[in-house]
């Protein structure tokens, strides 16, 4: 169980974490939350209706960690528009597409990184140091869900584009500033992995 994933009688998860690798990930967690922000209306009463209609951003972020997020829903980086007339309307396709769904997405994603926060904070450590984590079905979800986001992140900020640069980052040198994010990237990457294992009837 040290390091990965397995599942549980009944659904689930459950893996072992130490002390420094709970850290790392509920600090990760936490980013991702500050990033993410609050949300619509979080400065106001809470109003439903008002909510279920609110319009959500027309722009993509500026941040290239949060573009990486959200990204357009009618581009395709390797496909060019025919004409300038195609690529205006593919355009107004992603804002449209963007206003109503953005707010959705960003709850989604906030509640799944608050549901690692939580049930990490749940954690009863044990004498050595550490602790077993035990997800029920729909926390491995939640689970999956941000550790997918927390990879897309450090990619972004790492610029991993595909897999040659991926390779590269493997070869970099112990005293490169990158070094702990690329190991922290290919650790979760590792922890997806096992958690999609756990997850497959």
Do not use: C
């Amino acid at each position: 169980m040290p390091g990965h994933f397995e599942p549980l009688p009944g659904g689930g998860a459950a893996v072992a974490l130490d002390d420094v690798e709970i850290s790392i990930i509920r600090s990760l967690a936490v980013q991702l939350l500050e990033l993410v922000g609050p949300g619509p209306g979080a400065d106001t009463p809470a109003d439903p209706l008002a909510e279920l209609f609110a319009e959500g951003p027309s722009e993509p972020p500026a941040d290239p960690v949060l573009r990486r997020l959200f990204p357009d829903a009618y581009s395709d980086p390797e496909q060019t528009p025919g004409s300038p007339a195609e690529a205006a309307e593919r355009q107004a396709h992603s804002a449209e597409f963007r206003r109503y769904t953005e707010n959705d997405l960003r709850a989604g994603k906030r509640e799944n990184a608050l549901a690692v926060v939580r049930t990490l904070d749940a954690l009863a450590p044990v004498d050595a140091g550490g602790a077993v984590l035990k997800l029920t079905p729909e926390e491995s979800r939640q689970w999956l869900g941000s550790l997918n986001d927390l990879r897309l992140a450090i990619g972004a900020r790492l610029e991993i584009g595909d897999e040659d640069d991926t390779e590269l980052l493997y070869r970099l040198p112990d005293d490169d500033p990158r070094k702990p994010m690329v190991m922290a990237y290919l650790w979760l990457g590792g922890l997806q992995e096992t958690l999609v294992t756990t997850l497959m009837p």
